[in-house]
């Protein structure tokens, strides 16, 4: 029986082809990103995870800064994927992975890996993974559960700097997936169309600005 994978929330299609571009655009953006692992996710397929989604945006020049990794007990974050300790505690971006406990509390319908909580305009802040269901969807492939990891956050980090809606019928934000379909395709070949590129770097270039407004504000002010 065929299981579909669902990604939620919307399911409009941008209708997009596929980047065949090689190298990276000239201009890069970069984005802070930080997890809070519930679920207690192994340190080698989480450093796996984040480093295949790293890979996907750095092909449509946006670099993502992982600011470090909190798990219930730290009194700070740990600092593997840390990249510059310059970086603010508080991340633009955050990934929450949940456990099986906190999905169904979330009332979170049963075949969703990850979800996010869309902006109505600009950057969205946080996104969801649900490791137990990765987890078994990797078994039943098979493949490593890092790949299905690192395809459920890149999914969801792009609905975070996508327009609402933003589901297409290929590529990485493709909307439903059966695992049928994940067995005939390589999840680290996946990207984004020419067009969810630009609209994602342009989205992070209008969030910069508004930031530095901000604070350029706050310093006349003072």
Wanted: net charge positive; aromatic share 4%.
């Amino acid at each position: 029986m065929r299981r579909l994978v669902a990604f939620i929330f919307t399911a409009a299609i941008l209708g997009a082809r596929l980047s065949s571009a090689a190298e990276r655009p000239a201009v890069e953006q970069s984005v802070t990103v930080q997890i809070h692992d519930y679920a207690q996710v192994p340190n080698d397929s989480l450093s796996s995870a984040t480093a295949m989604v790293s890979r996907m945006y750095e092909k449509i020049g946006v670099r993502l800064e992982w600011t470090g990794v909190l798990r219930q007990g730290d009194r700070r974050a740990k600092s593997e994927h840390r990249e510059d300790t310059s970086q603010p505690a508080v991340a633009q971006m955050t990934i929450i992975i949940l456990t099986p406990k906190m999905a169904a509390k979330g009332q979170v319908a049963e075949g969703v890996l990850g979800f996010a909580a869309v902006a109505v305009e600009g950057m969205g802040g946080i996104c969801y993974a649900i490791f137990d269901r990765v987890r078994a969807v990797a078994l039943s492939i098979p493949t490593n559960e890092s790949q299905v990891l690192g395809f459920v956050m890149a999914h969801e980090i792009g609905h975070l700097l996508l327009p609402r809606g933003s589901h297409s019928t290929r590529g990485l934000m493709r909307d439903n997936w059966d695992v049928r379909d994940l067995r005939r395709i390589d999840l680290m070949r996946l990207q984004f169309s020419e067009e969810q590129a630009g609209l994602i770097r342009t989205t992070i270039e209008n969030e910069s600005s508004r930031l530095l407004a901000r604070r350029e504000s706050q310093l006349i002010e003072r």
